[in-house]
């Protein structure tokens, strides 16, 4: 899919909105692409150590 090729690309160039995108996409096998909730753990993490709130709140409450 074009969208989560992209997402990865900016999340890759520290964009934390598009770590959060990408994420959700990889996390629930949206758009054709396997299922991956640790990978996608792993976006959002680095996103909430550059200071994304709504990453934290994420992570916490499991909605990814």
């Known amino acids: 899919n074009e969208a989560c090729k992209y997402?990865?690309?900016?999340a890759g160039k520290g964009h934390?909105?598009?770590m959060i995108s990408y994420a959700k996409l990889?996390?629930?096998g949206d758009h054709r692409?396997?299922?991956n909730r640790k990978e996608s753990?792993?976006?959002l993490n680095e996103a909430?150590?550059?200071g994304?709130?709504?990453?934290?709140?994420?992570?916490?409450m499991e909605e990814f």
């Not at 997402?7 to 900016?10: H, L």
């Not at 994304?52 to 916490?60: F, H, K, P, Q, S």
Request: positive net charge; glycine residues 0%.
């Open 7 to 10: 997402y990865k690309m900016a």
């Open 16 to 18: 934390t909105e598009a």
């Open 26 to 28: 990889i996390a629930n």
């Open 33 to 35: 692409i396997n299922e």
């Open 41 to 43: 753990l792993k976006y």
């Open 48 to 50: 909430a150590q550059k």
């Open 52 to 60: 994304n709130l709504r990453a934290r709140e994420l992570i916490i």
